[in-house]
């Protein structure tokens, strides 16, 4: 399944324990936009930014998501604490999302490599350093 005509693309992070949230979204219009929303509990460090990037990054990162697609993704177990990683996008007025919970656990065994690499992908993009966020 191929997914080459992704236009929207929408990460959110939201970790229970610590009270943060990341809300990223990647809007393809005349130029790739990406609008940054982050709340980090009681820190004084929210982030409300948006910024273009190039159509490289944009192409580069709708291959990821297809290989993504690629990867035999079942996993669905629920917690009360830890954080809950979703990824959505739109293609051909359809809507696509996974969803898990703290996909940082046991991520090999729980065949998530592709969705952390895409999701961290998109942090970078974001201009978030995702080791922070993750490990915080």
Sequence with gaps: MNHSDINNIH???????LYYEV??????EEEPLVIVKAFFG??????????????????ELKDS???LNKANIEDKPIGLDGSDWVLE?????KTKTYEFWSPEVNTKERNLE?????????M???KLDHNSIIDK
């Design 11 to 17: 990460f959110r992070y939201i970790n229970s324990m």
């Design 23 to 28: 809300d990223i979204k990647i809007m393809m």
């Design 42 to 59: 009681y820190e004084s460090s929210d982030i409300d930014n948006s910024f273009k990037i190039s159509l490289k990054q944009f192409r």
């Design 65 to 67: 998501i297809n290989t």
């Design 89 to 93: 996008y739109n293609f051909n007025e």
């Design 114 to 122: 592709e969705f952390m690499s895409v999701c961290k992908q998109i």
């Design 124 to 126: 970078e993009i974001a």
